[in-house]
């Protein structure tokens, strides 16, 4: 509670912040790879052919289509929505409701040698 009420004092009184040493250089990150592919295609490093539906050969199309539909069949049927039964949904407080609500419960504050010089 004395840390609260420091905070709480200093707060009221103003606070003074510390002075920053920029000397220091900045961190630097790596690019991912799709920022790097990305960066590429803006700064046009690469000239992009478009890509028509004809020149992917149809036993290929025919091909990927028949294995899904091969894996969609092999799995089983599903059931019914009405026929589904599904769990009451449980609420979890999250913490800032508990916060919250500690809040809200939480006894009267005293006045503090703060506040008398407003």
Do not use: C
Request: glycine share 4%; hydrophobic share 35%.
């Amino acid at each position: 509670a004395r840390f609260w009420m420091q905070l709480i004092g200093e707060l009221r009184m103003g606070v003074k912040l510390k002075k920053v040493n920029y000397s220091r250089t900045p961190i630097e990150y790596e690019l991912t790879p799709y920022e790097i592919l990305m960066d590429d295609i803006r700064s046009r490093r690469y000239t992009l052919r478009k890509v028509d539906g004809t020149m992917i050969p149809p036993s290929v199309k025919k091909d990927a289509h028949a294995m899904i539909l091969e894996f969609i069949r092999s799995r089983p049927p599903l059931r019914k929505a009405s026929e589904r039964k599904l769990p009451p949904a449980r609420r979890e407080v999250t913490p800032r409701e508990q916060l919250l609500a500690s809040i809200q419960i939480g006894r009267p504050l005293r006045p503090t040698p703060y506040s008398r010089r407003f």
